[in-house]
């Protein structure tokens, strides 16, 4: 296993959850990444192990970053990398596994490989993938997110639609198989990322990612800054809307797409799904829900 910067011992966890996001191809906007970035920072996550970055990147795609100190002298490189962490949920079934890192550029088999051997070792049973693509989306809209699983007990649990996608994959999909055939429950959830607001970051994208995230894992995620955000997001597009009268024709058209998809579920499933998520936060005494999620009358906000 090519494993550096690992502790003298392996921490001791109980019936851990991975997360996994990946820069690259994977991670339209930073949406999937900022995910696993704001766990690691509301969970107060702690680094245990990275992977060699020699045995799976091509340093002249993913350069190495040199840091001076106070006098203007380099004082180290950082390399790129994958790193784990761990953390331990407020009143959470089990911990969880972070994942973070830069999509490899070779042996992605054997990259799978050592993180799914040290998931095992670590006692692990599921693993969850993070993605995010550009999309005929409209930012007016909550953000779509789809789940795919080949687990039938997490299938049904989560209300996923079988996928029906062929063709090329990146290091998430790669993953999700990998774990697959190792025997572990592996459930990948992915984003859509409008794409003319393809530049990063898309906190509204981040944000839809989390709470499906925080179904999965029974886990209460602080959401901290990120509603607002989402909302000063839209706004900014709503302006450059305005702006632009093809921009704001092109949103129309999509606005209309999305509503005729949309108009059953909007009205049943959706909203249930919202208030229950509701309930389970007041049960576990975290107050009433932030901007852009749903009280007891139902939605508050576009996010």
Same mark, same amino acid.
């Given at each position: ?9 392996? $921490?001791? =966890?109980?019936? $851990? ?24 920072? @509301? ?7 990275? =992977?060699?970055?020699?045995? +799976? ?6 350069? $190495? ?23 331990? &949920? ?6 969880? @596994?972070?994942? %973070?890192?830069?999509? $490899? ?32 989306? #409209?930012?007016?809209? &909550? ?16 209300? =996923?639609?079988?996928? %029906? ?30 794409? +003319? ?52 024709? +092109? ?9 005729? @998809? ?25 107050? #009433?829900?932030? #901007?852009?999620?749903?009280? &007891? ?7």
């Amino acid at each position: 296993m090519s494993l550096i910067e690992l502790e003298d011992t392996l $921490p001791a =966890l109980v019936r $851990p959850t991975v997360i996994a996001a990946f820069e690259g191809w994977n991670d339209a906007a930073d949406s999937a990444t900022g995910v696993v970035e704001h766990l690691e920072e @509301v969970w107060k996550a702690q680094p245990f192990a990275a =992977l060699d970055p020699e045995d +799976y990147y091509d340093f002249q795609v993913n350069r $190495p970053q040199v840091a001076l100190d106070d006098e203007g002298v380099t004082s180290s490189i950082s390399w790129p990398s994958t790193r784990l962490s761990f953390a331990r &949920p407020p009143l959470a079934p089990g911990d969880v @596994v972070l994942v %973070r890192g830069i999509e $490899p550029s070779m042996r992605w088999r054997t990259f799978c490989r050592d993180i799914l051997d040290l998931a095992t070792r670590l006692g692990a049973t599921t693993v969850v993938t993070l993605g995010a693509l550009l999309a005929d989306a #409209p930012h007016t809209r &909550p953000v779509p997110v789809t789940g795919i699983t080949s687990n039938e007990e997490l299938q049904a649990s989560l209300s =996923l639609e079988p996928s %029906r996608y062929e063709g090329p994959t990146g290091i998430v999909g790669v993953l999700q198989s990998a774990a697959t055939d190792h025997g572990l429950r592996a459930v990948s959830f992915w984003a859509a990322v409008p794409h +003319y607001v393809a530049q990063p970051p898309c906190p509204k994208a981040t944000l839809a990612l989390l709470q499906r995230v925080e179904d999965l894992v029974d886990a209460t995620v602080p959401m901290g800054d990120l509603p607002e955000q989402a909302k000063a997001w839209q706004r900014g597009v709503d302006e450059l809307a305005r702006e632009d009268a093809e921009v704001r024709e +092109y949103v129309e058209s999509l606005e209309q797409e999305r509503d005729t @998809v949309d108009l059953p579920e909007a009205s049943g499933e959706a909203i249930a799904k919202e208030f229950e998520r509701y309930l389970k936060r007041r049960q576990r005494g975290d107050g #009433p829900p932030g #901007p852009g999620t749903v009280g &007891p009358t139902g939605p508050t906000g576009p996010v």
